[in-house]
């Protein structure tokens, strides 16, 4: 029973290119959840999708970054025009999909994005 | 202030100590307690999930809430070095969907 899986593992960019995160949820599950942690901060929420519709993306900053989670397919972070402070680790986690504050998160192994 | 706190570490410990790891938190919507484990280079693993105030008890973990002084423990006996990872701390609105907040987590090493 795979878990959640998120591609790649590594990203290396340079300033002003886009980065592009998959994240394919537990088998089941309908809900994705997408997450930065920088060092010494913590796990910062960031999006909240369901399939086709984005239901809280108040943690994503206004500019440069997008999501979606499409009826077929991962679920994909989107950054444009990256800069050195968009470097961090990216967690995507899903859950069963009552989306209740009990659905428990499964988290995947991250993406560790660096930019250049 | 941050919503909630967590002493960063790093905590070391020798083999077979109990382990006592907190957080506090100062908003009173938070009704749901997590505590996930972190590897190094890994993602959060959930270990205990408790939503009263009380304790909660999964093998050698320990969950420990007190909502009235907004204050949440983990308690981890005879510890093992292979307990030796990143723990942090997280919660949730009362209703609604799971949007977590995370402590920053504290690093613990067990010492063999």
């Known amino acids: 029973n795979a878990g959640v899986m998120q591609n790649p593992r590594h990203l290396v960019r340079r300033r002003g290119q886009e980065a592009r995160l998959r994240c394919s949820p537990m088998k089941g599950h309908s809900h994705v959840y997408w997450y930065r942690q920088l060092p010494e901060e913590g796990l910062k929420f960031m999006v909240y999708?369901?399939?086709?519709?984005?239901?809280?993306e108040s943690g994503m900053p206004k500019e440069r970054f997008s999501a979606e989670f499409p009826k077929e397919g991962p679920s994909i972070l989107r950054i444009q025009q990256v800069v050195r402070g968009d470097s961090a680790a990216y967690f995507c986690?899903?859950?069963?999909?009552?989306?209740?504050?009990?659905?428990?998160?499964?988290f995947g192994p991250g993406t560790r994005l660096t930019v250049l | 202030q941050k919503e909630v706190e967590q002493d960063p570490g790093p905590l070391s410990v020798p083999e077979g100590a109990i382990v006592s790891l907190n957080c506090t938190y100062s908003?009173?919507?938070?009704?749901?307690f997590m505590w996930y484990r972190q590897y190094s280079r890994k993602g959060p693993e959930l270990l205990m999930y408790t939503y009263s105030s009380g304790n909660k008890e999964d093998g050698r973990f320990t969950a420990q809430v007190d909502k009235s002084s907004k204050y949440i423990s983990l308690f981890i006996r005879d510890s093992q070095p292979s307990d030796s990872a990143t723990y942090l701390c997280?919660?949730?609105?009362?209703?609604?969907?799971?949007?977590?907040?995370f402590g920053t987590g504290t690093k613990l090493q067990v010492i063999p």
């Open positions: 986690a899903s859950s069963p999909g009552s989306g209740r504050a009990t659905d428990t998160q499964y």
């Open positions: 908003n009173s919507a938070f009704q749901y």
């Open positions: 999708l369901q399939k086709e519709n984005i239901i809280d």
């Open positions: 997280a919660m949730t609105h009362k209703g609604g969907y799971q949007k977590v907040t």
